[in-house]
Each structure stands twice: as structure tokens, then as C-alpha cells.
């Protein structure tokens, strides 16, 4: 059975910084792109970052490039997202996912963990 289960969430002052991480289990990953996505109440679930495989493919949300970075370790089938900077606006339940290279859409998500950001 493959699960994903994000860790690191928490209440954190405004310009503070957090570290997600989610491990993955039941499967191999290889050649999965490995993502996070948020969602605060009232609004629909956006895609924050995303990252190949190798690593050597990257995408954010404009509105965190420079202050959140995806990173993947494949030894450990986990990825992770540092956010710095954050601000009340970040606030929202963070998910990570998994899709297969080739696939559109994601296919495996975690449970989500709560980011609370306090001005």
C-alpha cells in the first residue's frame, strides 16, 4: 500500500521559517515527479512546487519562488520543502503528491499537515 505522510508543520511567526517533509512508502519512485500543494480555508487546493526525478527539473508558484525550495532525497523516497519568509497568507494544510513521469494528473497524496502563520 503506498502512503505519504507529511511531517513539519506547526504555528510559526511571520518571517519565521519551516521544514516539510514527506516520506513515501510502498513503492519505489523512480521516475516520479514529486510535488506540494496547499490549501487555506475557503480556497481551492493550489500546486506550490514540483520536482523530477533526477532533481534536475524544478517548478514553483511565482508567489514563493525565492522564499520556498523543493528538494528530494531518492535513498530515503522523501521530499521536502523549506519555506522561509513565511508570511499569514501562507497559511493553509500542506500536501505533498506523486504522479508518474508520463502521467498528467497526481496520483498519490498525503494526508496533509497544517501550516499556521501568526503576524
Known amino acids: 500500500q503506498v502512503q505519504l505522510v507529511e511531517s513539519g508543520g506547526g504555528l510559526v511567526q511571520a518571517g519565521g521559517s519551516l521544514r516539510l517533509s514527506c516520506a513515501a512508502s510502498g513503492r519505489t519512485f523512480s521516475n516520479y515527479v514529486r510535488a506540494w ?18 532533481g534536475g527539473t524544478i517548478s514553483y508558484l511565482d508567489s514563493v519562488k525565492g522564499r520556498f525550495t523543493i528538494s528530494r ?23 505533498c503528491a506523486a504522479r508518474y513521469i508520463s502521467r498528467r494528473e497526481y496520483e498519490y497524496w498525503g494526508q496533509g499537515t497544517q501550516v499556521t502563520v501568526s503576524s
Do not use: C, H
Open 37 to 54: 500543494f496547499r490549501q487555506a480555508p475557503g480556497k481551492e487546493r493550489e500546486f506550490l512546487a514540483a520536482i523530477s526525478w533526477s
Open 73 to 95: 532525497d531518492n535513498a530515503k523516497n522523501t521530499v521536502y520543502l523549506q519555506m522561509n519568509s513565511l508570511k499569514p497568507e501562507d497559511t493553509a494544510v500542506y500536501y
